[in-house]
């Protein structure tokens, strides 16, 4: 019976860098919708990006993405034959990780449409602690 070979580094990388990077982004995310408004009820006024109601809505199914690349990643690193090579599924992870974080770093960055982020709304009674 063959020893079952541990996970290499790189996929543990990949995964960690993942989620380091996608709880950065609903942080960063967080902290820019409220200061913008979100959770003052006017939070999907038509300002909003297209980005952003996806991220703030769905965006925790950005959780359940790794689970099946990680699954393929482990495979390929131990059949390492045709689609199922382990420079692939690294390329993938790889792609599928700059992406995310790019996609949190963009709607942060601009979350409404008409207005950059370094205009911020300024504070009034409802918002104003």
Not at 17 to 27: A, E, M, N, Q
Not at 31 to 39: D, E, M, R
Not at 66 to 79: F, G, H, K, Q, T
Request: positive net charge.
């Amino acid at each position: 019976m063959r020893e079952p070979q541990p996970i290499p580094k790189a996929i543990t990388s990949i995964l960690l860098t993942y989620t380091v990077s996608l709880l950065c982004g609903f942080i960063w995310l967080g902290i820019i919708l409220k200061l913008n408004g979100y959770g003052s009820g006017e939070a999907w006024e038509p300002g909003w990006t297209w980005s952003a109601r996806v991220l703030r809505q769905w965006g925790l199914l950005f959780v359940l993405l790794p689970v099946p690349w990680a699954i393929y990643a482990i495979a390929s690193y131990r059949i390492d034959q045709g689609w199922l090579s382990a420079h692939l599924a690294l390329a993938v992870g790889l792609i599928m990780t700059v992406s995310v974080a790019l996609w949190f770093a963009h709607t942060a960055i601009d979350p409404i449409a008409s207005r950059p982020l370094w205009l911020l709304k300024p504070p009034t009674e409802t918002n104003k602690r």
